[in-house]
């Protein structure tokens, strides 16, 4: 006689371990998918506790998406009533998204930003300046200046930790220590620091030791202005528990790690262009795809989330 496998009925789980297994999926599948399974689901999902980490990652598809990713954002945001402490966007968002999320989110402790491209020095230092308990900070592939970092560092007092990437490139031997200044000079309290790609200097390096006394990790991976080597490597040595110079290995690095490389001179293109712009195999399709400053023209229907 055989007997049949024990079913498992998922809504007698109690309700942590359910609302346990539903805060790991994305914003995304939450507000898409998993709210509309049941009413028990739904009401879990609203929950303001379900929102105090909201992940926004996608692969970079917004266009083909069958919904509005920054109002998708700003619905999860609302429904943390300002619990959220973690957020990551990625491959979208806005000055007015950032704002909105600064806004009604005063506690929040680590912001990631991944390629938003219309996010602008302007509304990321206007978001700054109502972020006092940020302490990790990731910006990368974004057009973000040093006057943002600076803004950041005055304004955020406990950020312990910053990653600030960009496409590495080889050929063009631009030296630009601005970043690093910044950085030494409002961001004393730092522990770790990721500068991928970075243009920084021996000098700039040297900055940075000196205004930031508590590193443990800095990851320099090419970052290939820096030449370690005698006292300086000694030093960074001494100092850093966990030092990864500029050509070590990138198997870890979980972006495309190949490194921009070119015939042509920085000033063959138009003033203004970042590192972000210069990462793209097609110059002027990147600028189609990057003028828009918002998704007002996109005219897809969108999931309806109340």
Same mark, same amino acid.
């Not at 040093?146 to 406990?158: M, N, Q, W, Y």
């Not at 972006?255 to 990462?279: C, H, K, Q, R, W």
């Given at each position: 006689?055989?007997?049949?496998?024990?079913?498992?009925?998922?809504?007698?789980?109690?309700?942590?371990?359910?609302?346990?297994?539903?805060?790991?999926?994305?914003?995304?599948? *939450?507000?898409?998918?998993?709210?509309?399974?049941c009413?028990?689901?739904?009401?879990?999902?609203?929950?303001?506790?379900m929102w105090?980490?909201?992940?926004?990652h996608?692969?970079?598809?917004?266009?083909?998406?069958?919904?509005?990713?920054?109002k998708?954002?700003?619905?999860?945001?609302?429904?943390?009533?300002?619990?959220?402490?973690?957020?990551?966007?990625?491959?979208?968002? $806005?000055?007015?998204?950032?704002? !909105?999320?600064?806004?009604?989110?005063?506690?929040?402790?680590?912001?990631?930003?991944?390629?938003?491209?219309? *996010?602008?020095?302007?509304?990321?230092?206007?978001?700054?300046?109502?972020?006092?308990?940020?302490?990790?900070?990731?910006?990368?592939?974004?057009?973000?200046?040093?006057?943002?970092?600076?803004?950041?560092?005055?304004?955020?007092? !406990?950020?312990?930790?910053?990653?600030?990437?960009?496409?590495?490139?080889?050929?063009?031997?631009?030296? $630009?220590d601005?970043?690093?200044l910044?950085?030494?000079?409002?961001?004393?309290?730092?522990? !770790?620091?990721q500068?991928?790609?970075?243009?920084?200097?021996?000098?700039?390096?040297?900055?940075?030791?000196?205004?930031?006394?508590?590193l443990?990790?800095?990851?320099?991976?090419?970052?290939?202005?820096?030449?370690?080597?005698?006292n300086?490597?000694?030093?960074?040595?001494e100092? *850093?528990?966990?030092?990864?110079?500029?050509?070590d290995?990138?198997h870890?690095?979980?972006?495309?790690?190949?490194?921009?490389?070119?015939?042509?001179?920085?000033?063959?293109?138009? $003033?203004?262009?970042?590192? *972000?712009?210069?990462?793209?195999?097609?110059?002027?399709d990147?600028?189609?795809?990057?003028?828009?400053?918002?998704?007002?023209?996109?005219d897809?229907?969108?999931?309806?989330?109340?």
């Amino acid at each position: 006689m055989t007997t049949e496998p024990e079913t498992r009925n998922w809504l007698e789980l109690p309700l942590d371990v359910t609302a346990s297994i539903l805060s790991r999926l994305g914003a995304i599948e *939450i507000l898409n998918s998993a709210q509309n399974v049941c009413s028990l689901w739904r009401k879990i999902c609203k929950d303001p506790l379900m929102w105090r980490s909201i992940d926004m990652h996608n692969l970079g598809d917004v266009w083909d998406m069958e919904y509005d990713p920054e109002k998708m954002c700003v619905h999860a945001v609302d429904r943390s009533c300002g619990l959220l402490v973690d957020i990551n966007l990625e491959y979208f968002g $806005s000055d007015e998204l950032l704002i !909105h999320i600064a806004d009604r989110s005063s506690r929040l402790k680590r912001l990631r930003l991944v390629s938003c491209y219309n *996010i602008s020095d302007e509304g990321l230092k206007e978001a700054a300046l109502k972020l006092p308990f940020l302490e990790e900070l990731e910006i990368s592939y974004c057009s973000i200046s040093k006057d943002a970092l600076e803004t950041i560092g005055r304004c955020c007092p !406990h950020l312990k930790s910053l990653k600030f990437n960009v496409q590495g490139c080889r050929r063009f031997h631009l030296e $630009s220590d601005d970043e690093a200044l910044a950085i030494a000079q409002t961001m004393p309290e730092l522990r !770790h620091l990721q500068l991928f790609g970075n243009k920084l200097t021996n000098d700039g390096l040297q900055v940075i030791l000196d205004g930031c006394p508590h590193l443990e990790s800095l990851d320099l991976r090419q970052c290939f202005n820096v030449n370690l080597g005698g006292n300086l490597e000694k030093r960074c040595v001494e100092r *850093i528990k966990n030092l990864q110079r500029p050509y070590d290995s990138t198997h870890d690095y979980e972006f495309d790690a190949e490194v921009f490389d070119t015939g042509s001179s920085y000033e063959d293109y138009p $003033s203004g262009i970042s590192d *972000i712009d210069l990462m793209s195999d097609d110059y002027d399709d990147y600028f189609e795809f990057s003028g828009a400053s918002d998704f007002s023209d996109y005219d897809d229907e969108y999931v309806l989330f109340d």
